[in-house]
Structures are given as C-alpha cells and as structure tokens.
C-alpha cells in the first residue's frame, strides 16, 4: 500500500465530509428562508388582497342583486297598475257576457244513491229566491248511525266560478249530476225535527253564511249591463255572435283566419 496515496485519500475524504456538512448546513437555512418568504407571501401578502378582491366582488354582486330585485319590483307594479284598467274592462265583459235564465232547484234534482233509495228526502221551501241565485234546502237521511239526517244547500246561480265563488263541499248525502253552483253540507242531526228546530233558529244567519259575496255581484252586474253596451268595446272584440255571446282580444283562440264557432249555440261568429 502506498502511505502516501492513503494519506491523500483520507485527506480529501475528511475535507468533503466537512463541505458536505456545511453544505447541508447551508441547505437547511436556505429551506427556511424560502419556507418563510413563501409564508409571508401567501399569508401577509397574497392572501389578504384576495379576501379583500372577495369583499369587493360580494359586495359589488350584492349591490346588483340588490339592484335588479327594486327593478323588478317596479317592473312589477307597473305592469299590476296598467292592468288595472284591463281588468276592470274583463270583468265589465264577464257581466256583459252573462245571460240571465230561468233558475230553479227543482226537488227531483237531488237524488239518493242507489243503496239509498227509500231513504228520508224532504225539500224545503227556497231559502233565497232571488233574480240570479236561487237556494232550496233539503233534509236527506244519510246512512250514519247516530247523527242521521242532513241538512244540505243546493243553490243555481247565473254567476259562473270566476264571478261568485259559492261552497261546494263534499258531504252532502245525495247525488245531483254537477249541475249546481252551490252544493253544501250545513249540519247533521239527530231528528228531522232538531235539523228544523235549528234551521228556524239560525235562518237569518245561514242566508248570508251560503250567499257569500252574491249581492254585492248582483249589484256590479245590474251596473254593467245598465252602463255598457258590448259594442261600446268595439276595438276589444274579435268576433261576435247572433245569441249574445262574443270573443275578445283577451281570449284565446287558438288558431286564427278559421272559421271560429260559438261555444254557446255553434253558430259561426262574425269577425269583428
Ligand atoms: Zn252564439
């Protein structure tokens, strides 16, 4: 062995182990600076900036919203303020389209159910026998075991649904083919005589109970047709018919240019 070749060797050896030391040592202090820097740019820098860009961007966003949320509400009320005049000219037409007939609740118009039949039926005298709504009551004995007799409401009206909105419950223990605007239970008892009793009691405060908003209709249809002619809304018509009947700009017709037909006696309307 060459003394001095190892010599050298361990020489060079001992010195790298130091530089690689240092090296080390230096690599260590290096991480943590850059680990710092990038803590101070992402925390003390960057990051702020992005929660006040965020702020911003929540605040300008909510501003809009907020914003868009009045406009509409405007475009909203406008729209409800201009329809007003419509509506009122709607309604007018609604009455103007009406046609008054003879109302009637005839006795044979209730009837019971097949299991029923046999059963107690008695008609009353009208409750209301007005122009245009007409009330009959009736006792029906109703299957029940305790409380076995109904009194029920069978009304006619010439108001439809979207003028006078009249109860039409279910419960009534009979059957009368859908034809009645008013159809309601008003009580069950035990006796026909309790149901009489009661009814002579209360008579008064039913009336108004079962008419609802009937008289104050009455009253705006009379003014209608006492006021207005259907050609005095000439340009809102579309077509009108010999029987009364006519259509407006407000309806839907479907296709245009055919031959448009009267849904109340099919004859064809003249276009207006
Ligand atoms: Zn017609």
């Known amino acids: 062995m060459n003394m001095n070749a190892a010599s050298k060797l361990t020489k060079e050896a001992l010195e790298h182990e130091k530089q690689i030391s240092a090296l080390t040592k230096t690599g260590e202090e290096s991480a943590t600076k850059y680990r710092d820097e990038i803590y101070r740019l992402r925390y003390g820098v960057y990051e702020p900036q992005l929660g006040e ?3 911003q961007m929540d605040e300008a966003l909510r501003a809009l919203e907020a914003q868009q949320k009045v406009d509409q509400e405007h475009l909203r009320a406008e729209v409800i303020r201009l329809k007003q005049a419509i509506d009122k000219v709607q ?25 029923d039949q046999g059963k107690y039926k008695e008609a009353l005298p009208y409750l209301l ?4 709504l007409k009330i009959k ?11 076995k007799y109904s ?11 979207n003028l006078l909105r009249l109860r039409r419950g279910y419960g009534c ?4 083919g859908n034809m009645f605007s008013l159809e309601t239970l008003v009580r069950d008892g035990a006796s026909v005589q309790e149901l009489k009793t009661w009814l002579a009691k209360n008579y008064f405060t039913l009336q108004p109970d079962l008419t609802g ?30 029987c009364g009947f006519f259509h407006t700009i407000f309806d839907d017709l479907g296709r245009r240019g055919e031959v448009i037909t009267c849904p109340k006696c099919a004859q064809t309307m003249k276009e207006v």
């Open 151 to 161: 009194l029920c409401a069978v009304g006619d009206t010439i108001f439809p649904e």
């Open 91 to 115: 309604r007018i037409l609604l009455f103007l389209r009406l046609k008054p007939r003879a109302l009637a609740v005839e006795d044979d118009a209730v009837k019971t159910y097949k299991q």
């Open 129 to 132: 026998d007005d122009d245009y």
């Open 213 to 242: 908003d009937y008289f104050i209709v009455k009253l705006e249809y009379l003014a209608a047709v006492q006021d207005y002619k259907v050609m005095d809304f000439g340009p809102l018509l579309l077509a009108t018919c010999e």
């Open 53 to 55: 860009i965020r702020r």
């Open 137 to 147: 009551l009736f006792i029906v004995e109703n299957g029940k075991p305790k409380n």
């Open 173 to 176: 223990p009979f059957y009368t």
